[in-house]
């Protein structure tokens, strides 16, 4: 009878969490970015400007059986005559994965991993903090743990792992992180510090690593 309900209860709590996961979806998330399809280890790009500078990011979850670990992965590359370019991710990419990439005016298309469903990460209750003159400066997210990575167009990337308490700014470990876009690092395209706030055409792209929800913003003129 104990057996019994042991299983009830993982049964009730696996449907739970389940119902709890955002709705899927299926096809690429974009907002004026190019074409992108995955060839083993690149991200295959199609239909963007000759010339322009690409920025890929990416998190993977890797493993087996026994043991899973997670895999960011970043890279650049620069738009051939016929608008395509490939983004060398290193690694042949996981179907659990999710993506983005960015083009050279801030135009970004979102894929999860090949034959994979995105979700999308709620933004309820969630901002890009602003200071006393109005600039987005920091982020408060309510997870244990995100990555974000901050793509300014023709400039270069940045990112990090922001975790809560006691690696963020509150002092409390209370399931939300706060971070500052200046905690973050040059990951792609630059060696430069990175930005103090968001500035017209600025991407930014939030990833839960265990869940793979993801939020994207761009900011406006």
């Keep these: 009878m104990r057996m019994l309900c042991n299983f009830t209860l993982l049964a009730l709590t696996a449907l739970s969490m389940q119902a709890a996961l955002p709705v899927p979806y299926t096809g690429v998330d974009t907002n004026g970015g190019p074409g992108v399809s995955?060839?083993?280890?690149?991200?295959?790009?199609?239909?963007?400007?000759?010339?322009d500078v690409l920025y890929g990011a990416g998190l993977e979850i890797r493993g087996g059986e026994y043991a899973v670990r997670l895999e960011p992965r970043?890279?650049?590359?620069?738009?051939?005559?016929?608008?395509?370019?490939?983004?060398?991710?290193?690694?042949?990419?996981?179907?659990?994965?999710i993506w983005i990439v960015v083009d050279g005016k801030g135009g970004y298309t979102?894929?999860?991993?090949?034959?994979?469903?995105?979700?999308?990460?709620?933004?309820?209750?969630?901002?890009?903090?602003?200071?006393?003159?109005?600039?987005?400066?920091?982020?408060?997210v309510n997870r244990y743990s995100v990555?974000?990575?901050?793509?300014?167009?023709?400039?270069?990337?940045?990112?990090?792992?922001?975790?809560?308490?006691?690696?963020?700014?509150?002092?409390?470990?209370?399931?939300?992180?706060?971070?500052?876009?200046?905690?973050?690092?040059?990951?792609?395209?630059?060696?430069?510090?990175?930005?103090?706030?968001?500035?017209?055409?600025?991407?930014?792209?939030?990833?839960d690593p265990y869940t793979l929800e993801y939020a994207v913003s761009r900011k406006g003129n």
């Design 74 to 97: 970043v890279a650049t590359a620069t738009v051939a005559n016929d608008g395509t370019a490939s983004l060398d991710m290193q690694a042949r990419i996981t179907v659990r994965s």
């Design 147 to 207: 990555y974000v990575y901050l793509v300014r167009p023709g400039v270069g990337m940045w990112g990090s792992r922001l975790m809560d308490h006691p690696q963020d700014g509150d002092p409390h470990a209370n399931g939300s992180v706060i971070g500052a876009l200046q905690s973050l690092v040059p990951e792609a395209g630059t060696i430069a510090d990175p930005p103090d706030h968001m500035s017209a055409g600025d991407v930014l792209f939030i990833v």
């Design 110 to 140: 979102v894929t999860p991993g090949p034959g994979m469903v995105r979700r999308l990460l709620a933004l309820d209750g969630n901002a890009q903090v602003s200071s006393s003159d109005g600039q987005v400066r920091q982020l408060l």
């Design 38 to 51: 995955f060839n083993g280890s690149s991200i295959a790009v199609s239909g963007a400007t000759k010339g």
